[in-house]
């Protein structure tokens, strides 16, 4: 189960930070089917991490990825035996799905540009371009000046790159 990997990502994300002595404090993804989103949740809570977690909807409203992560987490956590009540929170922000699941916004396309010249980064423009252009707003603003060390999740998006990339050519 996907979510339970991604827990197990939390446990890995956890020891290379104490290896290398990086404090992180705050985690940004993007959230679609929302199995990334729960499996953070569900290890966040039960190795203890102490970061804030921040999802950008990609395919529906934030009240519904919101919902769906904490399904997906509390069914995973039953899996495992593990009570999971909750305790770790994520804020989903849907202010940068665009126009839909699946197709590209204009901030997303930006952020792929800034991305790619900033840190050669190759961002995708249905997941991770729409979540790293909240992420780049929200800096813009002040949203996360006091948020200490942050860790960006890129959850792929390959296949995305290969279409978008047809479909500007026809």
Known sequence: MAVIAHALAVRETLGQCQA??????????????????????LGTAIFGAPWHLEAFAVSRPSSETAAQARKLAS???????????????????????????????????????????????????TFTGK?????L???SKGRYSGAGATLFIHTGG?????????????
Do not use: K
């Open 20 to 41: 290398l002595g990086v404090a992180l404090r705050l985690v940004v993804l993007a959230a679609g089917g929302a199995a990334t989103l729960s499996g953070w949740l």
């Open 75 to 125: 069914e995973a956590a039953s899996l495992i035996g593990y009570p999971f009540d909750h305790g770790a929170e994520a804020v989903v922000n849907d202010a940068f799905l665009g126009p839909g699941y699946g197709i590209p916004s204009p901030e997303g396309q930006n952020a792929i540009v800034a991305a790619a010249r900033a840190e050669g980064a190759v961002l995708d423009p």
């Open 131 to 135: 979540a790293m252009a909240g992420y």
């Open 137 to 139: 707003d929200g800096l």
């Open 158 to 170: 390959a296949p995305s790159l290969f279409t978008a990339a047809a479909e500007a050519m026809a």
